[in-house]
């Protein structure tokens, strides 16, 4: 079974990705003052989430990712839900974004663009405990026990329809290796790997990101390997350093560039979607093949990266 991603990158040079879900929501009015973030809503408001999947897609993305990263049953069954209940918000979080790919196909023709794919958020346990943990690494839970808490929700996202995975933000080596596991032993799927960053070298936990580049280049499955909601100035020198060991697809979604105060609980600095479109040019020629944005994106720029990605990428009709 061929790489989703690489018709994508044959065709046009590159694959854009959407841009923050939880911050969109939020900037929309959703209340996401709660452990499950932006998985709430799958129950509380999922025509909400649908519709920023929607949005994502006219801006030019060609994949969106489901509202599943902090979706755990464990997670769900804290809040009251049962395990059944629990097992179906999970498979929702893809069935919006797919809901939402399909209604945006059916509005064509796009003549210019391929059918845009949907992937999977495999959160890390990070998000779960929901402490800040994802941006550390320094967790409580050794590679076997990691494995073991990602095995549930892996058989229900890899079986939810979904293009393929999304193993992001990253911030520990073993929690890779053990979804690199679980990926080979899941037949025909495929997944993307990408990391929070500590340095223009190094992942959260201090492993080299050429060590896990390296690494998951020769593991069955393995679509991209990358970076995500870490800072725009960090990206040149990491995608250099995942290039220099492996010819790979790079994938890169950075955070908007703003900073989030902790103690003012609010994020600081601004954003231009027109600069970030820029910035996501330099990527491109440094040999990022999927693109798009993290925390505090929106459509805006992600429309951005697309009106760049796509001037020059396909013949005039």
């Not at 519709?51 to 801006?59: G, I, M």
């Amino acid at each position: 079974m061929m790489n989703p991603i690489t018709p994508f990158i044959e065709r046009q040079g590159a694959l854009v990705l959407d841009g923050g879900l939880a911050t969109e929501l939020e900037r929309r009015g959703a209340d996401l003052s709660d452990a499950l973030w932006s998985a709430r809503l799958l129950a509380d408001d999922p025509a909400l989430i649908r519709q920023v999947h929607l949005d994502y897609f006219w801006a030019g993305a060609d994949c969106c990712t489901s509202a599943s990263y902090q979706a755990t049953v464990p997670g769900f069954m804290a809040r009251g839900l049962s395990d059944e209940d629990a097992r179906a918000l999970i498979r929702r979080s893809v069935t919006l974004a797919a809901e939402a790919r399909d209604a945006f196909w059916a509005a064509g023709p796009h003549r210019r663009r391929l059918r845009p794919l949907v992937a999977a958020s495999v959160g890390p346990y990070g998000a779960y405990l929901a402490d800040g943990s994802e941006y550390i690494g320094d967790y409580d839970l050794n590679e076997a026990g990691l494995l073991e808490f990602h095995r549930e929700r892996w058989a229900l996202l890899a079986s939810s329809g979904a293009d393929l995975l999304a193993c992001e933000t990253i911030p520990s080596f073993a929690e890779a290796r053990a979804q690199a596991d679980l990926l080979a032993q899941t037949a025909g799927a495929w997944a993307w790997f990408s990391f929070t960053c500590r340095d223009g070298a190094h992942i959260s936990d201090g492993t080299p990101i050429a060590e896990c580049a390296t690494y998951l280049a020769g593991r069955p499955g393995v679509a991209a390997v990358g970076v995500n909601c870490t800072p725009p100035r960090l990206i040149p020198d990491l995608i250099r350093a995942i290039s220099a060991v492996t010819d790979m697809p790079v994938v890169v979604y950075p955070n908007s560039g703003e900073s989030y105060d902790p103690v003012a609980r609010r994020w600081r600095g601004e954003s231009v979607p027109a600069e970030f479109g820029t910035f996501s040019r330099e990527w491109r020629k440094l040999g990022a093949a999927l693109i798009g944005g993290c925390c505090r994106t929106t459509p805006a720029h992600i429309r951005q990266i697309s009106d760049r990605f796509r001037r020059n990428a396909w013949p005039t009709e």
